[in-house]
């Protein structure tokens, strides 16, 4: 088992760059940041923009792996995108791991001016978007003409540091995002069941997160990959136990044996941020870094 944390870029980075080398002294294996444009309850406050932040976060770490929780098409551009990611993936010499999903309707989905996709249009365009990438990141020149998204003649000669690209996250829940992660990832990604997140038991929410894991293993079986090859990544915060997993050491220790036993193999928990849906003791939080995975064996 691994553990890595989530870093949300809300503050300006003479500040912001001390806690990306204090979570690589803490030995976490990666940081992740979101890829938004705004979020939620932080609309209304400092928030800057991901890959730059972790360019600069490349430049002030040495071990640590860096990645994105989640990009998704909302903004994005797979030409454009891939441009960056291999410009990052040389920066940071080949720590780059990619999450990417296929978004929702906040801020991010209406902010370009268009109308918000219906979930059928997002798996859409997720379908057309990642295979693409998947191109753009793996080989010298690209030509495609998409519904959705196109390349001319795409250069990206030398691609990355990363062989034969870097790695992909995908997150998802459903049919067509899975059969995605099955092809293309790396690893996978959820949050757990989102209908149980305020209402639900924890128990519940071991079962929802062992169906879908169950779903995944059937869409790696139809194309004759092995699931076991497969990494799964669990963002913490967003399952019934939200407010109590980083209240101490033993509850979050508890807390990633279940998931383990599972089959996860790295659990993610956000860096705390005071008088937010992220607030929690930062000594209890340092503990965990340190001490937990130890006692996961």
């Known amino acids: 088992m691994r553990l890595s944390t989530v870093i949300l870029p809300i503050h300006r980075w003479s500040e912001g760059q001390k806690t990306w080398r204090q979570a690589e002294?803490?030995?976490?294996?990666?940081?992740?940041?979101?890829?938004?444009?705004?979020?939620?309850?932080?609309?209304?406050?400092?928030?800057?923009?991901?890959?730059?932040?972790?360019?600069?976060?490349?430049?002030?770490?040495?071990?640590?792996?860096?990645?994105?929780?989640?990009?998704?098409?909302?903004?994005?551009?797979?030409?454009?995108?891939?441009?960056?990611?291999?410009?990052?993936?040389?920066?940071?010499?080949?720590?780059?791991?990619?999450?990417?999903?296929?978004?929702?309707?906040?801020?991010?989905?209406?902010?370009?001016?268009?109308?918000?996709?219906?979930?059928?249009?997002?798996?859409?365009?997720?379908?057309e978007f990642v295979p693409l990438l998947d191109r753009l990141l793996t080989e010298d020149a690209v030509t495609e003409r998409g519904t959705f998204y196109s390349a001319d003649e795409a250069r990206n000669v030398g691609g990355c540091v990363q062989r034969p690209r870097l790695p992909f996250a995908v997150a998802a829940t459903g049919p067509r995002g899975l059969r995605l992660a099955a092809r293309h990832g790396q690893a996978w990604v959820t949050t757990g069941d989102p209908k149980l997140y305020?209402?639900?038991?924890?128990?519940?929410?071991?079962?929802?997160?062992?169906?879908?894991?169950?779903?995944?293993?059937?869409?790696?079986?139809?194309?004759?990959?092995?699931?076991?090859?497969?990494?799964?990544?669990?963002?913490?915060?967003?399952?019934p136990e939200q407010n109590t997993v980083l209240g101490s050491l033993d509850a979050f220790v508890d807390f990633a044996g279940r998931h383990q036993e599972l089959g996860f193999t790295e659990l993610v928990i956000h860096w705390p941020i005071p008088d937010s849906v992220f607030a929690a003791d930062q000594a209890v939080f340092e503990k965990i870094a340190t001490e937990a995975v130890a006692q996961l064996g």
């Open 25 to 127: 002294d803490l030995g976490f294996h990666a940081a992740y940041t979101y890829d938004h444009l705004s979020w939620r309850s932080f609309r209304d406050r400092p928030w800057f923009g991901a890959l730059p932040t972790l360019t600069a976060a490349a430049t002030v770490t040495e071990r640590m792996r860096l990645g994105t929780l989640v990009t998704s098409p909302n903004f994005r551009h797979p030409v454009t995108l891939a441009k960056e990611l291999i410009s990052l993936d040389d920066i940071s010499d080949g720590r780059v791991t990619l999450g990417i999903g296929a978004g929702g309707n906040g801020f991010d989905a209406t902010v370009l001016g268009q109308e918000a996709w219906t979930p059928r249009e997002r798996a859409d365009r997720f379908a």
């Open 198 to 239: 305020e209402t639900g038991t924890p128990e519940q929410s071991v079962e929802a997160v062992a169906g879908q894991l169950d779903k995944l293993g059937k869409a790696c079986a139809e194309i004759g990959r092995d699931a076991a090859e497969l990494d799964k990544i669990l963002l913490t915060g967003f399952t």
